[in-house]
C-alpha cells in the first residue's frame, strides 16, 4: 500500500509537520521496495529565496534546511537505518538511536551519526564539503577513507584532490544561518556573495575580479534587507557596489 505521510511547511523557523502537505515546497514520488512487496513515499523538501525550513524526520530528529538546499527523506525508515540526502547546507539535530544509525549521504560524503548534532555545508558549486559537529561524535566516509569527529571540529573535504582534513573552530560561525544571523570572521568576498546570492536572490557581476580575493567580517540578522549589508561594504572602502534591481556590480573602492 502508499503510505500517506504529509507535512506542512511554513518558513523562517516554523515547522515542518508531519500532518499536511504542501505541493509548492515536497516533490513526492513512490518507490517499491521489493523486500516487503510494498510501496514507500519518499519526499524531497527545498528552501526558497530569503527563508529557512526546520523539517522534523519520521524518527524525530530536526533539520533545518538553509536556503537554496534540499532533503530527500522517506516517510518512514525502515531496515536498520535511517537515511536521507541532501545538497546545499543543512543543521541535524539526530534523535539517538544506537541500533538504527542515522546516514546522510550528501555528494561523495557519507555522514554516519546516532544521537548528535551538527552542521553539513554541501552546495554543488562550492569546491568544499564540510561537516561542523556541535555534539555527539559522526563518522564521514569518503569512497575507502573515514574520519571521526568530535565536538567543536570541523571536516574539510576538498573536491579536487579527494582531501579529507580535521581542524578544531568556532562552531558558531558556522551554525549561525540557523539561527537568523550572517557571521563571516576574514571571509572571502566572493564566499560572502554566494551566500548573500541565494539568500536575498541576487546576481552579482565583478567587474574587477581581484576583489573576490579581498577579506571581510561582520555580524547582522538575515531579516534585514540587503541595504544595510551593501551598507557594511560601502563604509569599509575597498569596494563598490551598485545595486541595479537584482543586479550587484562589484568594483575596487577607493
Given at each position: 500500500?502508499?503510505?500517506?505521510?504529509?507535512?506542512?511547511?511554513?518558513?523562517?523557523?516554523?515547522r515542518i509537520?508531519?500532518?499536511?502537505?504542501?505541493p509548492t515546497?515536497?516533490?513526492?514520488?513512490?518507490?517499491?521496495?521489493?523486500?516487503?512487496?510494498?510501496?514507500?513515499?519518499?519526499?524531497?523538501?527545498?528552501?526558497?529565496?530569503?527563508?529557512?525550513?526546520?523539517?522534523?524526520?519520521?524518527?524525530?530528529?530536526?533539520?533545518?534546511?538553509?536556503?537554496?538546499?534540499?532533503?530527500?527523506?522517506?516517510?518512514?525508515?525502515?531496515?536498520?537505518?535511517?537515511?536521507?540526502?541532501?545538497?546545499?547546507?543543512?543543521?541535524?539535530?539526530?534523535?539517538?538511536?544506537?541500533?538504527?544509525?542515522?546516514?546522510?549521504?550528501?555528494?561523495?560524503?557519507?555522514?554516519?551519526?546516532?544521537?548528535?548534532?551538527?552542521?553539513?555545508?554541501?552546495?554543488?558549486?562550492?569546491?568544499?564539503?564540510?561537516?561542523?559537529?556541535?555534539?555527539?561524535?559522526?563518522?564521514?566516509?569518503?569512497?575507502?577513507?573515514?574520519?571521526?569527529?568530535?565536538?567543536?571540529?570541523?571536516?574539510?573535504?576538498?573536491?579536487n584532490t579527494?582531501?579529507?582534513?580535521?581542524?578544531?573552530?568556532?562552531?558558531?560561525?558556522?551554525?549561525?544561518?540557523?539561527?537568523?544571523?550572517?557571521?563571516?570572521?576574514?571571509?572571502?568576498?566572493?564566499?560572502?556573495?554566494?551566500?548573500?546570492?541565494?539568500?536575498?536572490?541576487?546576481?552579482?557581476?565583478?567587474?574587477?575580479?581581484?576583489?573576490?580575493?579581498?577579506?571581510?567580517?561582520?555580524?547582522?540578522?538575515?531579516?534585514?534587507?540587503?541595504?544595510?549589508?551593501?551598507?557594511?561594504?560601502?563604509?569599509?572602502?575597498?569596494?563598490?557596489?551598485?545595486?541595479?534591481?537584482?543586479?550587484?556590480?562589484?568594483?575596487?573602492?577607493?
Open positions: 500500500k502508499i503510505v500517506s505521510t504529509s507535512q506542512k511547511v511554513v518558513f523562517y523557523f516554523q509537520a508531519a500532518i499536511l502537505f504542501l515546497l515536497i516533490a513526492l514520488s513512490i518507490i517499491m521496495m521489493n523486500d516487503k512487496d510494498e510501496q514507500l513515499a519518499y519526499y524531497k523538501a527545498s528552501t526558497p529565496y530569503g527563508s529557512i525550513s526546520e523539517i522534523i524526520l519520521p524518527d524525530s530528529s530536526k533539520v533545518w534546511l538553509d536556503v537554496g538546499s534540499t532533503l530527500e527523506y522517506p516517510s518512514r525508515f525502515i531496515n536498520n537505518t535511517r537515511r536521507v540526502y541532501m545538497c546545499g547546507e543543512a543543521y541535524f539535530e539526530v534523535h539517538a538511536d544506537k541500533k538504527h544509525p542515522f546516514i546522510i549521504q550528501a555528494d561523495e560524503l557519507e555522514i554516519t551519526a546516532t544521537g548528535t548534532a551538527f552542521n553539513v555545508s554541501s552546495f554543488a558549486q562550492s569546491l568544499e564539503q564540510k561537516v561542523t559537529l556541535i555534539s555527539g561524535k559522526v563518522s564521514v566516509s569518503q569512497g575507502n577513507k573515514i574520519k571521526y569527529l568530535l565536538p567543536g571540529q570541523q571536516l574539510t573535504y576538498q573536491r579527494k582531501r579529507m582534513t580535521i581542524a578544531s573552530i568556532d562552531t558558531f560561525k558556522y551554525t549561525a544561518w540557523k539561527d537568523g544571523m550572517f557571521r563571516f570572521r576574514d571571509v572571502r568576498l566572493e564566499e560572502i556573495m554566494r551566500v548573500v546570492e541565494r539568500w536575498y536572490d541576487m546576481t552579482v557581476v565583478y567587474e574587477d575580479e581581484c576583489v573576490k580575493d579581498l577579506h571581510f567580517g561582520f555580524n547582522m540578522s538575515r531579516l534585514e534587507t540587503i541595504e544595510p549589508l551593501l551598507n557594511i561594504f560601502e563604509l569599509n572602502g575597498k569596494i563598490k557596489i551598485t545595486k541595479e534591481g537584482k543586479v550587484l556590480k562589484i568594483k575596487r573602492g577607493r
